[in-house]
């Protein structure tokens, strides 16, 4: 065997091992995360038995669109004009929380509104738009936050 094919066959050979340990350190490294992520390693744990995680629903059937003290209590949304509408197109993709932790003036629903049209799949909402818009322009408009109310019946000291 010529120098050149020795040469060769000792290159395959180290090509061939730095191929194995790069193997070996990939999946070293895939194990260390999943052992971070999961430090059970539940995934390898065999001796239980998976048990299914039962959500209950803590509103009655009966009381599924049920106000009390104006408030819708499936959503949490203010009862207005407009409520099932909003309540039927809005909590059909997300939760209420996601309407009313916002507050925005009419411009801007719509303005989301469009968003959610060009980037979400959100349908064309037709003449329920300004049904939507309208209850929510007027019970998640933006609260004017203006100087914080003066402190009374304080007992001031001087600091030495």
């Given at each position: 065997?010529?120098?050149e094919n020795k040469?060769k066959?000792?290159?395959?050979?180290?090509?061939r091992?730095?191929?194995?340990?790069?193997?070996v350190?990939?999946?070293?490294?895939?194990?260390?995360?999943?052992?971070?992520?999961d430090?059970?390693?539940?995934?390898?744990n065999?001796d239980?038995?998976?048990?299914p995680?039962?959500?209950?629903?803590?509103?009655?059937e009966d009381?599924?669109?049920?106000?009390e003290?104006g408030?819708?209590?499936r959503t949490?949304?203010?009862?207005?004009d407009g409520?099932?509408?909003?309540?039927?197109?809005?909590?059909s993709c997300h939760s209420?929380k996601?309407?009313t932790?916002n507050?925005?003036t009419?411009?801007r629903?719509?303005?989301?509104?469009?968003?959610?049209?060009?980037?979400?799949?959100?349908w064309d909402?037709g003449k329920?738009?300004?049904?939507?818009?309208?209850?929510?322009?007027?019970?998640?408009?933006?609260?004017?936050?203006?100087?914080?109310a003066?402190?009374?019946?304080?007992?001031?000291?001087?600091?030495?």
């Amino acid at each position: 065997m010529s120098e050149e094919n020795k040469f060769k066959d000792q290159a395959k050979q180290v090509y061939r091992m730095l191929i194995m340990v790069w193997c070996v350190v990939l999946l070293g490294t895939v194990f260390a995360i999943y052992a971070l992520v999961d430090p059970s390693l539940s995934a390898f744990n065999t001796d239980e038995e998976l048990q299914p995680v039962v959500v209950e629903n803590t509103i009655e059937e009966d009381d599924w669109d049920k106000i009390e003290d104006g408030i819708h209590l499936r959503t949490g949304f203010v009862d207005d004009d407009g409520l099932m509408t909003v309540v039927n197109n809005c909590t059909s993709c997300h939760s209420a929380k996601m309407v009313t932790q916002n507050r925005m003036t009419k411009e801007r629903w719509v303005a989301t509104i469009r968003w959610m049209q060009e980037t979400q799949n959100l349908w064309d909402l037709g003449k329920n738009e300004d049904i939507i818009v309208n209850y929510l322009a007027k019970n998640y408009a933006p609260k004017s936050m203006g100087r914080r109310a003066n402190l009374e019946n304080v007992e001031w000291y001087e600091l030495n």
